[in-house]
Nanobody
Framework: QVQLVESGGGLVQAGGSLRLSCAAS????????MGWFRQAPGKEREFVAA????????YYVDSVKGRFTISRDNAKNTVYLQMNSLKPEDTAVYYC??????????????????????WGQGTQVTVSS
């Protein structure tokens, strides 16, 4: 098990940047794949980005490619989401998630929220025009 706490959300103007952080506590952080999901008003929760245990693979939803960057620092037990060129459509609650790589053997496992075992409580990102 791993406990997750997000931070870094807030209000930003369109075109601006934010960096979200997700601090993890628990055993063997490096054995977890990490993902970011978001839920916008009136929408279902969607996949945003994911990263493998050793940062060897990263994945993004098409709508954020070229603008968002996911990274992790296993020594600090932290995963980040750098968000640049923010748009009003990025407004959402952003959730950090962790999944044991032992139960996520295939690439497509990174995209499904049901594949992740642990979730943070979310951080609000609001982008104004």
């Amino acid at each position: 098990q791993v406990q997750l706490v997000e931070s870094g959300g807030g209000l930003v103007q369109a075109g601006g940047s934010l960096r979200l952080s997700c601090a993890a506590s628990g055993r063997t952080f490096s054995s977890y794949a990490m993902g970011w999901f978001r839920q916008a008003p009136g929408k279902e929760r969607e996949f945003v980005a994911a990263i493998s245990w050793n940062s060897g693979s990263v994945y993004y939803v098409d709508s954020v490619k070229g603008r968002f960057t996911i990274s992790r620092d296993n020594a600090k037990n932290t995963v980040y989401l750098q968000m640049n060129s923010l748009k009003p459509e990025d407004t959402a609650v952003y959730y950090c998630a962790a999944g044991d790589i032992a139960t996520m053997p295939d690439e497509y496992d990174y995209f499904g929220q049901d594949e992740y075992d642990s979730w943070g409580q979310g951080t609000q990102v609001t982008v104004s025009s």
